[in-house]
């Protein structure tokens, strides 16, 4: 059989707060913002190569927060980075972004040479952001 499908087209990611989560992908990750609708609310964003929609869920105090060990659905998005010192500053950068924890610094990925790092953005969303070699 032939393939069916040709990447994808975007992520669609449900977040507490819209406009938090856009500012983390727009300022700290560098993504530019694609659109933007009011009354959905949504702001979608790209870095060049992945589109996101961000959703605003319905009531953010009773939303219930992913858990990767009990739920299905989305563990993480990964992102390719240039090179170990994309990485690392990128590191240092989120040490200092507000409603971001970090799950680990940069390491190997196995046993190396390529390194990554994990990270839980606004909504506490996994991300994970790799080197490779």
């Known amino acids: 059989m032939s393939k069916i499908t040709l990447g994808v087209e975007h992520v669609g990611l449900s ?9 983390f992908f727009l300022d700290v990750l560098g993504f530019s913002k694609l659109g933007e609708r009011d009354d959905y609310p949504a702001i979608f964003v790209t870095d060049g ?3 996101i929609t961000l959703w605003q869920v319905k009531d953010p105090h009773s939303a219930t ?4 060990q009990e739920n299905i659905g989305l563990h ?3 992102f390719k980075l240039e090179n170990d010192t994309a ?4 590191y240092e950068r989120m040490k200092t972004v507000k409603n971001v924890k970090i799950e680990f610094s940069p390491e190997n990925l196995g046993q ?5 790092m994990m990270v839980y953005g ?3 969303i996994r991300l994970e952001f790799i ?3």
């Open 131 to 133: 080197a490779r070699k």
């Open 87 to 90: 990485l690392d500053s990128l």
């Open 15 to 23: 977040v507490k707060d819209v406009k938090e989560a856009a500012t």
């Open 122 to 124: 606004p909504s506490g």
């Open 49 to 51: 190569v992945t589109k």
């Open 76 to 78: 993480h998005l990964a």
């Open 112 to 116: 190396g040479p390529s390194r990554h």
């Open 65 to 68: 927060p992913f858990n990767r």
